[in-house]
């Protein structure tokens, strides 16, 4: 609910995060976009672009926009009073009385509204240039890059604001347990995640800036692997502190305040590491220093170079360790994030997004030591060129896998490529089974499943949902 109240514009909303309190939010117009009122999203559904519409609508905007098809994210925007419409319409009335529009990398630039805001000489602005004018409007900025983990990073760095209960804005890539995509309590701090794609990341102007690790990825953007790399090197070079992750092949030798476990130049180290399952505790080492000691909830060992670089990030900004402590250990999970979605006749679901050959390289040793009986493997591919460029890594990682099925891959933005099919890689696999809908697969599982074995569907497209379906079905 928005109302007004001797000329400020002041939104009433119900928090999840808080049960049962109501949160009074002030509304500003941002720097940047001090002359427009309304704004339209195309691809409002993303993650990320929902987020940014529910913060603009907070600003006091008039937000709406569109997506290709209908969501928990489209349906959610209601209750922060942005209007979504399922479907591309160049003449919809709220495209066209738009003052600024904002499209998403995901949309083709043959879009039908893309065009048709660019024949009216709309203000045009990309996913990430939005981002870029929302950073200017906070106090402190911190942002999280890498080929991998920056959702949950961003999500731990959320939960060290949260307890340090300073006024803050998070936009996570993903759907954290607490806060789900988005948290606004003030401009005083932002977190937010930096992206490589398309060099996104080089857009945000960062106080503290956060890279776990460099990898081949969205190489598709990138003329070589040395312009990915010195992509990265110039974001660390832009902010005014950097740290990163002393131990990556990458970027380990740069010159940059560092974290890591095992390089015993890093600034904060975790040493004293004890496990319980998958689950984590450590001492963090502050310049050659024992600092405190944290018990991770969450589960899995790359949790721990999220929490540290977390915890490096805050203590620059000058936060007390006990407050940095206390964020870590209330994070649980993300989303997709090695989640369970359920059981059926004693057989574990779980989902992770692990989608390049690293992350699923680490996301099996986790399902491996959490399993009684069998582990079952289904696998979903995210684009063709991904698939294509990755392809003798994919092999390398994916070939002892035993009780393995590929599920056809999800093509994102991009049209078929043979090459890069999850049908050629199973076949240069030879060692899985291929899956072209879900009813192939939900039949394998019903005729090979047992009480105590664990299925395991990786990917970042639509498999998460289909596991769900699945589910259901054999329920």
């Known amino acids: 609910m928005q109302v007004n109240y001797y000329g400020l514009s002041i939104r009433i909303s119900y928090t999840y995060y808080n049960k049962n309190k109501w949160r009074i939010e002030y509304c500003m117009h941002l720097k940047g976009l001090e002359n427009i009122k309304k704004i339209y999203l195309i691809g409002i559904g993303g993650v990320s672009m929902s987020a940014l519409a529910k913060y603009l609508s907070a600003c006091g905007y008039v937000v709406s926009g569109s997506d290709a098809v209908k969501s928990a994210a489209t349906e959610n925007l209601a209750f922060y009073g942005v209007k979504t419409f399922i ?17 998403t990398d995901a949309i083709s630039q043959e879009d039908q509204e893309f065009l048709r805001a660019k024949a009216l000489n709309k203000l045009l ?36 604001l949260k307890s340090a209960s300073v006024p803050f804005m ?16 003030g401009e005083e701090y932002l977190v937010t995640e930096a992206c490589e794609y398309k060099k996104n990341l080089l ?45 990556d092949v990458g970027c380990g030798k740069w010159d940059f305040a560092s974290f890591g476990i095992h390089s015993s130049l890093a600034d904060y180290r975790a040493t004293q590491i004890r496990t319980l399952g998958e689950r984590y505790s450590f001492t963090v080492e502050e310049y050659g220093k024992a600092l405190c000691r944290i018990k991770l909830r969450a ?136 899956a072209e809908n879900a009813h192939v697969l939900k039949t394998w599982l019903r005729q090979t499943v047992r009480d105590g074995d664990v299925v395991l569907f990786l990917g970042a497209g639509d498999i998460y949902y289909v596991a769900q379906y699945i589910l259901e079905e054999l329920l």
């Open 87 to 103: 479907g591309n319409d160049g003449n919809r009335a709220e495209l066209l009385d738009a003052d600024c529009v904002v499209y």
């Open 170 to 185: 998070a936009h996570i890539g993903g759907e954290d347990s607490a806060f789900g995509n988005y948290f606004h309590s």
């Open 203 to 247: 857009k945000l102007k960062s106080e503290v800036a956060i890279l776990l690790n460099v990898d081949k990825d969205h190489m598709e953007c990138y003329k070589n692997e040395e312009d990915l790399f010195d992509c990265f090197h110039t974001y660390c070079q832009s902010a005014k502190t950097a740290f990163v992750c002393a131990d």
């Open 125 to 160: 602005y990309g996913r990430a240039d939005l981002l870029g004018i929302i950073c200017q409007n906070f106090q402190h900025v911190v942002t999280v890059a890498g080929s991998h983990g920056k959702t949950t990073c961003t999500s731990i760095c959320a939960h060290i």
């Open 299 to 434: 589960i899995g060992y790359c949790n721990i170079y999220n929490s540290l670089a977390a915890f490096a990030a805050m203590r620059s900004l000058g936060f007390d360790e006990k407050e940095i402590v206390k964020g870590i250990e209330n994070f649980t999970a993300v989303k997709r994030r090695f989640e369970k979605i359920g059981e059926y006749r004693g057989v574990s679901f779980i989902c992770d997004y692990a989608h390049h050959p690293k992350e699923i390289l680490s996301t099996l040793r986790t399902a491996k030591n959490i399993s009684r009986r069998k582990l079952y493997v289904v696998f979903q591919p995210h684009t063709y060129s991904r698939t294509k460029l990755l392809m003798a890594d994919f092999i390398a990682v994916l070939r002892s896998v035993p009780n393995l099925m590929l599920y056809k891959t999800y093509p994102a933005r991009e049209v078929y490529d043979e090459l890069g099919s999850a049908e050629t890689l199973a076949r240069m696999l030879g060692n899985c089974l291929y």
